[in-house]
């Protein structure tokens, strides 16, 4: 009847084709509806993630015309901390998630050699590298000896890890000593604190706040954007840009959904991760810019260290290295240093060509 009102006829043997067909259709959606990319992280929708992860949704359903679905749970809605995500993703439960250095390390030790302090001089070394064949190699050792951890990208999650302080501004090593510096419970950074004479004292990130207020901490080493967003500018006063580290992001992705793909949907994931890539390591630069104003809005002060006294610091903690090898063996950070010495190179000589 339906047919009939709106003026089509079909045969008996058209509309059985119709029907097939609209079965068939009905099947492929149900089985799309397997292959979904739930993404889990702990920060907020104000966070660089969470945007990156919402161009990696846009790409990845609109390239596979709805083949693979992504959701996103931010705020630690799936998993309520990095070591309860990563078991996630370890048993398949879960798809995606994103770890900094220190948390990676607690998985992968020797991948603590990222967060040795001025490893990298600047952002573009710190891409170069994580753009380059060491971040293949750091995935297949993964892979290895840990578990079905796939390293799909490395982006940035907060800019640079620079001292900041209630009382005293930092310009050289000395001015650290006896300070209560806040740290993560990561060996490498309670290890580089007390190399410059500093007392190191991990504190919970939600009880950063009140540790400034109280006294139980005078300093941090974060990143201008999470000092901001939490705002510490409340209690802390003076920040010093030495860039001991790159707040580097590293994105993880179930190693046997993603091995379950067909070849085109590898390779479209794939390039997903390199527009998140994109967008998290462009936001942090550009929202530095509001940050550091509201630092100073709020009565802070900023200061860059001289090229003398960046040497001053790099100095003072070049026996984290010694530390690092006696612990975990020379091989990723010998690794690590081939990179960084391929890429200071390919962009010195870029430098010379332009200058020339």
Same mark, same amino acid.
């Given at each position: 009847?339906?047919?009939?009102?709106?003026g /089509?006829?079909?045969?008996?043997?058209?509309?059985a084709?119709?029907?097939g067909?609209?079965?068939?259709?009905?099947?492929?959606a149900?089985?799309?509806?397997?292959?979904?990319?739930?993404?889990?992280?702990?920060?907020?929708?104000?966070?660089?993630?969470?945007?990156?992860?919402l161009?990696f949704?846009?790409? &990845?359903?609109?390239?596979?015309?709805g083949?693979?679905?992504?959701?996103?749970?931010?705020?630690?809605? @799936?998993c309520?901390?990095?070591?309860?995500?990563?078991?996630?993703?370890?048993?398949?439960?879960?798809?995606?998630?994103?770890?900094t250095?220190?948390?990676?390390?607690?998985?992968?030790?020797?991948?603590?050699?990222?967060?040795?302090?001025?490893? @990298?001089?600047?952002?573009?070394?710190?891409?170069?590298v994580?753009?380059?064949?060491?971040?293949?190699?750091?995935?297949?050792a993964?892979?290895?000896?840990?578990?079905?951890? /796939?390293l799909?990208?490395?982006?940035?999650?907060?800019?640079?890890?620079?001292?900041?302080?209630v009382?005293?501004? #930092? /310009?050289?090593?000395?001015?650290?000593?006896?300070?209560?510096?806040?740290?993560?419970?990561?060996?490498?950074?309670?290890?580089?604190?007390?190399?410059?004479?500093?007392a190191?004292?991990? &504190?919970?990130?939600?009880?950063?706040?009140?540790?400034l207020?109280?006294?139980?901490?005078?300093?941090?080493k974060?990143?201008?954007?999470? #000092?901001?967003?939490?705002?510490?500018?409340?209690?802390?006063?003076?920040?010093?840009?030495?860039?001991?580290?790159?707040?580097?992001?590293?994105?993880?992705?179930?190693?046997?959904?993603?091995?379950g793909?067909?070849?085109?949907?590898?390779? #479209?994931?794939?390039?997903?991760f390199?527009?998140?890539?994109?967008?998290?390591?462009?936001?942090?630069?550009?929202?530095?810019?509001?940050?550091?104003?509201?630092?100073?809005?709020?009565?802070?002060?900023?200061?860059v260290p001289?090229p003398?006294?960046?040497?001053?610091?790099?100095?003072?903690?070049?026996?984290?290295?010694?530390?690092? &090898?006696?612990?975990?063996?020379?091989?990723?950070?010998?690794?690590?240093?081939?990179? &960084?010495?391929?890429?200071?190179?390919?962009?010195d000589?870029?430098?010379?060509?332009?200058a020339?």
């Amino acid at each position: 009847m339906r047919f009939r009102q709106i003026g /089509r006829t079909l045969t008996s043997t058209m509309l059985a084709l119709a029907m097939g067909a609209g079965l068939a259709g009905f099947s492929s959606a149900a089985g799309a509806a397997d292959k979904t990319i739930k993404i889990a992280f702990l920060g907020s929708q104000a966070d660089e993630d969470y945007d990156g992860s919402l161009v990696f949704k846009d790409y &990845v359903e609109s390239r596979t015309n709805g083949e693979v679905t992504v959701e996103i749970y931010f705020g630690g809605q @799936f998993c309520g901390s990095f070591q309860e995500c990563i078991d996630q993703i370890m048993s398949g439960v879960l798809e995606v998630t994103i770890s900094t250095i220190g948390g990676f390390g607690n998985i992968f030790p020797p991948g603590q050699a990222l967060d040795l302090p001025y490893m @990298f001089r600047d952002d573009r070394v710190a891409e170069c590298v994580f753009d380059g064949p060491f971040v293949g190699e750091l995935r297949a050792a993964v892979l290895d000896s840990v578990g079905p951890m /796939r390293l799909m990208t490395v982006s940035n999650t907060g800019g640079w890890r620079n001292f900041a302080t209630v009382n005293t501004q #930092i /310009r050289t090593p000395a001015d650290v000593k006896g300070q209560k510096i806040r740290t993560i419970p990561a060996d490498i950074q309670i290890e580089m604190v007390k190399m410059l004479g500093g007392a190191p004292t991990p &504190v919970s990130w939600p009880e950063v706040y009140t540790s400034l207020a109280t006294g139980v901490v005078e300093g941090t080493k974060n990143g201008i954007t999470d #000092i901001t967003n939490m705002k510490f500018q409340e209690h802390l006063r003076y920040m010093t840009l030495d860039g001991h580290a790159y707040m580097a992001a590293l994105w993880w992705m179930n190693d046997d959904f993603f091995t379950g793909l067909t070849p085109e949907q590898r390779k #479209i994931v794939h390039d997903g991760f390199q527009h998140l890539k994109t967008v998290t390591r462009a936001l942090p630069m550009r929202r530095a810019i509001d940050a550091y104003e509201e630092f100073k809005a709020a009565d802070g002060e900023i200061y860059v260290p001289t090229p003398e006294e960046k040497k001053m610091f790099q100095d003072a903690t070049a026996g984290m290295k010694n530390w690092f &090898v006696g612990k975990y063996g020379d091989e990723w950070l010998m690794k690590l240093e081939a990179a &960084v010495g391929d890429c200071e190179a390919k962009i010195d000589a870029e430098h010379a060509e332009f200058a020339g």
